[in-house]
């Protein structure tokens, strides 16, 4: 019965230690470059239900070259801490952590980092079983190319939940201008969970009538449009879904040849509710863009828009 008491006791304490993560993703900045070694700054972001405890003050991540069997760990520190204003009237209340460290990579080479912890909220909707499933953040950095440019900078996004009222086509901004002015792939993949120590991402399950076709279920309907970097979700019912969206960025080099220049995975959050707000607002628009001959015009604001 000791043994039994003991186990129960870990479980829950183990449960309860995570419960309060929501969901997280990586960035990178290029700093500088000497000889064959280039610096880096890894950025690592992590949302915090506002409803848990609170998170520590410093966290690891690890690493390695893609090639290589040698995994090393890098310890970030937070530097900042946000709440965002919740967009939609949704309810979902939480706070961005920040936290960064500089890391010096060889050139020329491909690097994996990667972030975990245990365990996932019950309000993913769309996966199966979240709360016995572990939180994996990754990115893939290239450091530089021979024949191209000699560093890259990951891109950027919005940090707040994409909140949007029950059947209503909605845009949300999936992430802002590459800094370098890459090209940009979109690919929605599975959520992962698994071990950062040893770098061994597994993929997790999607609840039934759920799937990276599908991301929204049955009841759904999502979209990416690559060209203004916004994705369209609607949804008839009342959900919140964490969905996760591969960015790839390809630069090209001296031959003009498309090359790989990165990935960085976002996992975002929609929250779908029946709190929508009859109160209209003024929006103040970002930039706008069209392509000749087209009858359709691009519309950037800082907000969403319903």
């Known amino acids: 019965m000791r043994k039994i008491l003991i186990a129960l006791i870990l479980f829950f304490s183990f449960q309860a230690s995570a419960s309060h993560l929501i969901n997280g993703n990586f960035t990178y900045e290029f700093v500088s470059q000497s000889g064959n070694q ?40 937070q530097v900042s801490v946000n709440t965002p204003t919740n967009t939609c009237n949704s309810n979902i209340s939480y706070a961005v952590h920040k936290y960064s460290a500089n890391v010096i990579l060889n050139a020329a ?8 912890t245990c365990c996932r909220p019950s309000t993913a909707t769309n996966l199966s079983n979240p709360v016995s499933q572990s939180v994996y953040l990754t990115i893939r950095i290239v450091t530089s190319r021979p024949a191209g440019r000699q560093y890259n900078n990951s891109v950027e996004f919005d940090n707040r939940i994409m909140a ?24 929605i993949t599975d959520v992962k969970g698994g071990s950062a120590g040893s770098l061994s991402p597994v993929s997790i ?54 090359k790989f220049m990165g990935i960085t995975e976002k996992e975002f959050i929609f929250n779908f509710h029946n709190n929508a707000s009859s109160n209209l607002a003024n929006a103040t628009v970002d930039s706008a863009s069209a392509n000749f001959l087209s009858d359709t015009i691009h519309v950037s604001t800082s907000h969403p828009i319903y």
């Open 38 to 77: 280039r610096t880096y700054k890894i950025n690592l972001y992590l949302y915090r239900d506002l409803t848990g405890i609170n998170l520590p003050s410093t966290t690891t991540v690890y690493y390695k070259k893609t090639n290589q069997s040698t995994i090393s760990a890098l310890s970030l520190t």
């Open 109 to 116: 080479s491909v690097y994996d980092f990667a972030y975990s």
């Open 164 to 187: 949007a009222p029950l059947n209503t086509p909605s845009s949300f901004v999936l992430n802002y201008p590459d800094s370098d002015g890459d090209s940009l792939s979109y690919q």
């Open 205 to 258: 399950g999607y609840s039934t009538g759920y799937s990276n076709t599908a991301p929204l279920g049955p009841n759904g309907s999502l979209s990416i449009d690559a060209l203004s970097r916004t994705m369209m979700a609607r949804s008839s019912v009342q959900q919140t879904v964490l969905i996760n969206i591969k960015v790839t960025e390809w630069d090209k080099d001296t031959t003009g040849t498309f």
